[in-house]
Structure formats: C-alpha cells, structure tokens
C-alpha cells in the first residue's frame, strides 16, 4: 500500500541548477497536485491536474512547470532555481471531486 | 471565492484538558469539509470529513467535529488530548468549481504535561 510517493526526500540545489521532483501514486487517482508550505503560510497550491494529459496553473506557478504524461505521475520542475523556491514540497492525489486528498511524505529542498 | 479560515495560529493545552480548533469557512451552497493533522516532518492525514447527513461526524485517533451552518463552522474537538496529539491542524473546504480543496493556515497544537 504504497499510496503517494515522493522522491527524493531533501536536495540541496545551487541558484540555477535546474531539478525535478516526482510524485507517484497507485490509486489510480484521477487528480494530482503540488504544493509548497513554508512557515506560516500554510500549504500554497502550485499546479494540479485533473487527468492525464492536463495540467493548469495553481496560486502560486512562477518558477515551476509541471507533467502529467502518465495517470499515476506527476511531475514538477524547477527550471532554475531561486533561494525563494527553498520549501517543503507535497504532493497530493484525490480520486476525483468531493473525495478526501491523500498525501506524500514532503520534499525538503534547500536551494543555496 | 471560497475561504477557510482558522482564527488560532497557535494553542496550547494540557495533557488531558479537552480541545476544539476553530474552522470557519466561506461558501455559498453546502460545504465539502475536511480536518487534516501533519505531525513534524510528516505528510498530511485525514482525520475526518462532512459530506451530507449527521453535523456531527468521528474521526481516527479520537476526534470529532460538528458542522454548524448557521455560523459557517466545523469546529474540531477531542474531550481529551494526549501528548502524541501535538501536530498542526488543517481544515479545507472543497472548491465545488475548481476541482480544488481551500486550505486555512493551520493550528499548531501544543501540549503541556
């Protein structure tokens, strides 16, 4: 039961490297999302999907692109990264409308 | 637009004392309502949902919540709280148009021995 899984856990990126995070799950779950939390601010949507092959834009998109190209994956990239972007990052998937979110583990990433 | 919002950033109660988290939300038709608990370093976990039916729903871990139209809250409540219950608390709502959940700030919950 392997849920919503992140990978990696915690990356460390220099300003401009360029990275991706992925998220997997095996629910079968039709819409997927990518948020950040950083102190105080609660969780801030950054892109969703609500399928396969579609991707729209969050509160929060500048600096990030995302892929939606297999139903289970999720994709979020980081073209060239900015101290701003260092964050708590999380994924999460939901069956489809009015059903509960399931959560990954979180990505720690420290950009320096 | 839909908001949620969570009045306590921060509340601290002692092991044993009784607890309700304050949820207030903005939506126009029947609400879709959720409480989340993130325990440090963790993910977030469901701890229980409103749909329809009985305002008063049960959640894991001991936890309930009562749905109150007439002043747009679910409030969470434990009768008595346990050192392993300090986390943070999230509620949302469900955006009934934008296939999206609304999330409030957060209650971090601090027990005191």
């Known amino acids: 039961n392997a849920g919503v899984t992140q990978t990696p856990k915690f990356r460390v990126l220099k300003t401009g490297q360029s990275m991706t995070l992925l998220c997997a799950q095996d629910?079968?779950?039709?819409?997927m999302y990518w948020y950040r939390q950083d102190p105080g601010m609660g969780l801030r949507l950054i892109h969703y999907?609500?399928?396969?092959?579609?991707?729209a834009k969050g509160e929060v998109p500048d600096g990030y692109n995302v892929s939606r190209l297999k139903k289970q994956n999720f994709l979020l990239g980081l073209e060239s990264a900015a101290p701003s972007q260092t964050s708590v990052y999380f994924c999460?998937?939901?069956?489809?409308?009015?059903?509960?979110?399931?959560f990954g583990q979180g990505t720690r990433l420290t950009v320096v | 637009a839909q908001s949620v919002t969570q009045p306590d950033i921060h509340i601290t109660v002692s092991e044993g004392a009784s607890l309700e988290l304050r949820c207030n939300y903005s939506?126009?038709?029947?609400?879709?309502l959720f409480w989340y608990v993130q325990s440090p370093g963790q993910g977030l976990q469901l701890l229980l949902k409103?749909?329809?039916?009985d305002t008063l729903v049960q959640g894991i871990k001991g936890f309930e919540a009562e749905f109150k139209r007439s002043q747009s809250s679910f409030n969470l409540r434990k009768p008595s709280v346990h050192w392993s219950d300090a986390a943070e608390y999230f509620c949302?709502?469900?955006?009934?148009?934008?296939?999206?959940?609304?999330w409030g700030a957060g209650t971090k919950l601090i027990i005191k021995p």
């Open positions: 409103y749909f329809s039916g």
């Open positions: 939506y126009g038709a029947t609400p879709y």
């Open positions: 629910m079968n779950h039709e819409y």
């Open positions: 999460a998937s939901r069956l489809d409308a009015n059903t509960e979110a399931f």
């Open positions: 949302a709502v469900e955006d009934g148009s934008n296939y999206q959940l609304i």
């Open positions: 999907s609500v399928g396969e092959g579609t991707t």
